[in-house]
């Protein structure tokens, strides 16, 4: 038996990329899945969301440039006083708001509960990010199958025409494999990378509770040893 093998011109005439596009079927995905993101959560989550895709491929949070500043502000406090940092430009809004209350006569517990209760807000923030996320991919997968029905609906629906069976073939398997390939590569890896990324920022951060109610330590025992 002779077997010919095709030319490689029509065995790339066989095999296209533009085959595995269809405008019905990407529209039918994207477009359920953003109508179930933003009917699921509040749209500054959605927003959020979105604006977090900036973060994916940043370094981790670190603490150690926060710390060193600490200490730099620890030694002009002690010998200053804490009112002297009321001065100080300082970044980052949760240690900006720990160093504020300081200066304002808070006690070191409070200035420890304050830095903490920023941690948890912005915890809560990036949850609500990541929830997003979870669920475009828990979403992606099902507006695939809702493409699927439509296609094959479409496809029963004129099985007297070939060239409508075929375009709706067409919606019908490549809506799947959208919804698929949304999810698996896209949605799924995006809320875990952003998760382990929020575990390490709020990791990070509780080092830093210790250090800035040291702070409030420095001026109430300069208090003390004034009023002695």
Known sequence: MNITALPASAAAATFSPDIFLDPLAIGIVLGGTLASLVLRNQLRDVARAFAALR????????????????????????RHGVLSLDRSVIADPDMAAAIHAAVDGATPDQVATLVSDCIEARADRHRAAIEVWVGAGEAAPAMGLIGTILGLVQMFAAMTDPDTIGAAMAVALLATLYGALLANLVAMPIAARLKRLARTEAAQRHRLIAPLAALATLERARKRDFAA
């Open 55 to 78: 973060t994916l491929w940043r370094a981790p949070f670190a603490a150690a440039p926060l710390l060193h500043q600490t200490a730099a502000l620890d030694r002009i406090a002690r």
